[in-house]
């Protein structure tokens, strides 16, 4: 499921990012909008990357809707909200996708398989096919080992924001924050660009 705050442009990189203890704090199955709280930092590198016009993507699985828990109203309100709370400090989020599905859900219509529900790639996928952007020039930041796994699957740079083993560390990267991820992968764009840049005759 889509709510967008941008029409698709040609661009040079996208963060896609996952949502709970990545960029706000996590509460299981947050359903009071007066708990959504950013993490230190997070607003800072969101208006960074604006500022650069890489768009920033939440790709976040949801399985509270199929659970019963809350709705699919209250998920666009919150990430309605988190946007108010982003442009009052000069920053938004460009595109908000969620999984609301779960096999074993109670709510009928979202109790099913899918291939939206991370580790599954579908929501990066569809990030990619949105912007238009090239797997190799994105990358995905979450704190759960299935974002990880989701980032491989869609042929995407991983940064992991977790104490978990990571069996397999290629192409991803451990760190401490949202922040730390933005930044490295700034450092990654920059350094292509220079490289390019010396090439040119």
Known sequence: MKLAYREPSEVSGLVITDR???????VPYLSRIEDIKFL???IESIRMLNDRKIPVC??????????????????????????????????????????PHLRDGKI???????????PMPGLLSEAIRYFGISPENAMMVGDSLRDVEAARAAG????????QTLIDQENVI???TFSEAVAHYLSQIESH?????????
């Open 20 to 26: 709970d203890g990545t960029l706000i704090r996590d």
């Open 40 to 42: 230190p930092g997070v």
């Open 58 to 99: 939440v790709a976040t699985n949801q399985s509270g809707v199929a659970r019963g828990y809350f709705s699919e109203e209250f998920l666009r309100q919150s990430h309605d909200h988190m946007n108010l709370l982003l442009q009052k400090e000069g920053a938004k989020i460009d595109l908000f996708l969620y999984c």
């Open 108 to 118: 009928s219509g979202y109790d099913r398989e899918c291939e939206c529900r991370k």
């Open 156 to 163: 995407v740079f991983g940064y992991y924001i977790g104490t």
């Open 174 to 176: 451990r760190v401490d």
């Open 193 to 201: 660009v220079a490289r390019r840049s010396s090439h040119v005759p």
